[in-house]
């Protein structure tokens, strides 16, 4: 079983910033990639950043520019720096983990409102 712990929600103007982060634990001997999801009310869950272990990585058209996606493979830890919010990013924000042979994990979700 592998936990997921995010921190880093919380609620900002438009044109702030915020960092989310997710811990990861449990056992597993490898990780194969790291990502943030979100889910906005009454829209389908999106894929907004991910990162693999290879270094590579994918972020949604709407966040080019504006989120970074970076992770610390020793603490096993990805964060998602978002800057110059706006009201659209407003949403839940889900960690996703890949780990081993491509078992996938979910955190719980952070909650991110942004203020117009």
Same mark, same amino acid.
């Given at each position: ?14 044109? #702030? ?47 080019k520019g ?11 830890? +990805? ?5 110059s919010l ?10 996703? +983990? ?10 719980? #979700? ?7």
């Amino acid at each position: 079983q592998v936990q997921l712990v995010e921190s880093g929600g919380g609620l900002v103007q438009a044109g #702030g910033s915020l960092r989310l982060s997710c811990v990861a634990s449990g056992s597993f001997f490898r990780i194969i990639s790291m990502g943030w999801y979100r889910q906005a009310p009454g829209k389908q869950r999106e894929l907004v950043a991910s990162s693999t272990s290879g270094g590579s990585t994918n972020y949604v058209d709407s966040v080019k520019g504006r989120f970074t996606i970076t992770k610390d493979n020793a603490k096993n830890t +990805v964060y998602l720096q978002m800057n110059s919010l706006k009201p659209e990013d407003t949403a839940v924000y889900y960690c996703n +983990v890949a780990v081993n042979w491509g078992i996938t994990y979910w955190g719980e #979700g952070t909650l991110v409102t942004v203020s117009s």
